[in-house]
């Protein structure tokens, strides 16, 4: 796959600006863990936080799922189930702008040859969550841990 931007950065906070974006976060579970990458763009950079992206016109859930894994961790991941969605209210501290909704769904892999892609600085397995995360969530995965940990 590859990566796919369909819009520049001038008219994605042109779009962002005026209408909600829908993105999907993966929960990854590998049997060492807990999967988060450190974002290496403008916007929470220098913080651990869950691989995911927008979904585009057009792509069911599923494939932006399998897309999002491949781009941004280099793997394939099984989907088991959506955990819930998170908002981010801190978006517009952090860009100026947006309203991003993003449904979580809890996915396993067994690889953990992980390769980041530009938007990250590298790629992690944690026990624990670490506290540099995004504030979102961090308060989302806290609310669903025992159900991450016993499946």
């Known amino acids: 796959m590859t990566n796919r931007k369909p819009f520049s950065s001038e008219e994605f906070k042109e779009i962002y600006s005026k209408v909600p974006r829908l993105c999907v976060d993966l929960v990854v579970k ?32 599923v494939d932006t799922i399998k897309r999002v894994a491949q781009e941004e961790l280099g793997i394939s991941v099984e989907i088991q189930k959506m955990l819930g969605y998170i908002e981010f209210p801190s978006e517009k501290k952090e860009r100026g702008f947006g309203h991003t909704v993003s449904m979580a769904f809890l996915c396993f892999a067994d690889k953990t040859g992980f390769k980041p892609n530009e938007e990250s600085s590298k790629i992690e397995v944690f026990k624990d969550l670490p506290p ?19 499946s």
């Open 132 to 150: 540099n995360l995004i504030e979102e969530q961090h308060k989302f995965l806290e609310s669903v841990w025992l159900e991450i940990e016993l």
């Open 30 to 61: 590998t049997p060492e863990g807990l999967v988060l990458s450190l974002r290496n763009l403008p916007s929470w950079r220098g913080k651990w936080h869950l691989p995911g992206g927008t979904v585009l016109c057009g792509e069911r859930i």
